[in-house]
Every structure is written in structure tokens, then in C-alpha cells.
């Protein structure tokens, strides 16, 4: 009899065991999931992210710099989405950058998108140093968002302002 509750006790530890480990690879195969399933990169720098301001292949470029703590980016959001439908099969690309910082970025710019519905393409530029490269960007930019740099391969224009989608409209069609 001992022997026998000896076994059905490993057994008992066992599955215990083989439950735990299945948990755990759940909540890790849940976490790696969810980490690598998000629709943006994070660049780790402007250097790193400079090169989306600089494409030359005849495609118009909408580069949208915003937060998700930033009001007047927020209100302008349905604009950019807005334009995204009419426009993302017509040779324009929206880039959303986000310069959200702090705790938690990914989650909270993944949850702002999953919120607002957003289709455009999100970026992270994750450089705190914004002194140091605003001015690359446009040398007349402050620094204040929102702000979007409209281009097509050497011709640009830069918007220190929130957009409203008639006006952001009316900017993408002089590229055109």
C-alpha cells in the first residue's frame, strides 16, 4: 500500500510539475507573442532613423512626429487615418513616429493604436537627445508637436501644426 502511494505521489509531483512547465511555457510563448507581434519598429536613435527621411524612389513620404500624451496629436489622428484610406494604394506612405517615451512605450503606443484604429505605419524614435537632431529634421523646427514633413524624393515641405484632413489632403496632392 505505501508503495503504491509512494508512486501515485511521484506521479502527483510529476504532473504538478509537467502543469507548471506547460504554464510557464504559456505565459512565455503569451509574452513572445506579444512582444514581437507589434506593427512598429523602435529605433534606438536618430542615426538610426534618419534614412526614412531621405528616400528617393519617387514615392510621396507623410513623416508625422507625435505622442501619445499630446493632445493636439491625438485630435489629429482620424486626419492621418483619413488619409490613409484614400491614399495607401496610391504611391503615399504615412510613417507615424512616435517620440512617446518613459515605462511601458510599446505597450502604450500599441494600445493608442489598437484605440484609434490607426492602419499607418508606426514608428518608435526613441532618442531622448531631440536637441541634437530636431534641426535635421527641418533647421526652422522647434522641436513642438505635432509636426509632419511631407516629401518626394528632394522636394519637402515641413508642417509645425496640427492638420485637419482637408488641409493635410490638400499638402500631399502638390506632391503628386
Not at 514581437?36 to 510621396?60: A, M, P, T
Request: contains cysteine.
Amino acid at each position: 500500500m505505501s508503495k503504491n502511494i509512494f508512486i501515485i505521489n511521484l506521479l502527483y509531483k510529476k504532473m504538478n510539475s509537467m502543469k507548471k512547465f506547460k504554464l510557464l511555457f504559456f505565459f512565455v510563448f503569451i509574452n513572445f507573442t506579444v512582444s514581437f507581434s507589434q506593427d512598429f519598429k523602435v529605433y534606438n536613435g536618430f542615426d538610426e532613423f534618419k534614412s526614412l527621411l531621405h528616400q528617393k524612389d519617387d514615392q510621396v513620404y507623410v513623416i508625422n512626429f507625435w505622442a501619445t500624451w499630446c493632445r493636439p496629436c491625438v485630435k489629429e489622428m482620424p486626419a492621418f487615418n483619413k488619409l490613409y484610406d484614400h491614399y495607401h494604394d496610391k504611391n503615399v506612405e504615412i510613417i507615424l513616429v512616435s517620440l512617446d517615451f518613459g515605462k511601458n512605450v510599446q505597450k502604450r503606443v500599441s494600445d493608442f493604436k489598437d484605440r484609434h484604429d490607426i492602419k499607418s505605419k508606426i514608428v518608435i524614435l526613441d532618442d531622448p537627445d531631440s536637441n541634437s537632431w530636431i534641426d535635421k529634421v527641418d533647421s526652422e523646427w522647434s522641436g513642438a508637436i505635432p509636426a509632419t514633413l511631407i516629401y518626394r524624393n528632394a522636394e519637402s515641405s515641413f508642417y509645425e501644426k496640427d492638420f485637419e484632413y482637408q488641409e493635410l489632403k490638400n499638402e500631399v496632392k502638390k506632391f503628386l
